[in-house]
């Protein structure tokens, strides 16, 4: 089993920063991918951003510029740093993960309990 443990959300003015950070542990042989998501009240979830194992990070237009993704690989950890928020940026945040438990599974995707961002104008 799998468990991804988020932190840092919380309520910040138009502008502001927060760090959001999400640490993977349990059976894990490597991970392949780990992103974040964001889902508003009454709208669907949609991607952050992601950052692949060896490949190229990946943003939603509507952050590039201003969020920055990042991941420790030895913590199996992952990071976004949110700078220039707006009050559209308001969501639950979800941690995403593909995990190879071991040597001879497949990928299992994994999600976060969620963290509130609010952002006030």
Same mark, same amino acid.
């Given at each position: ?5 988020? +932190?840092?959300?919380?309520? %910040? ?16 042989? +490597? ?16 991607? %952050? ?41 308001? =969501? %639950?945040?979800?941690?995403? =993960? ?20 609010? %952002? +006030?104008?």
């Amino acid at each position: 089993q799998v468990q991804l443990v988020e +932190s840092g959300g919380g309520l %910040v003015q138009a502008g502001g920063s927060l760090r959001l950070s999400c640490a993977a542990s349990g059976s894990i042989f +490597s991970i392949n991918a780990m992103g974040w998501y964001r889902q508003a009240p009454g709208k669907q979830r949609e991607l %952050v951003a992601v950052v692949p194992s060896g490949g190229r990070t990946n943003y939603a237009d509507s952050v590039k510029g201003r969020f920055t993704i990042s991941r420790d690989n030895a913590k199996n950890t992952v990071y976004l740093q949110m700078n220039s928020l707006k009050p559209e940026d308001t =969501a %639950v945040y979800y941690c995403n =993960a593909l995990v190879v438990p071991t040597r001879l599974s497949g990928v299992y995707d994994y999600w976060g309990q969620g963290t509130q961002v609010a %952002v +006030s104008s």
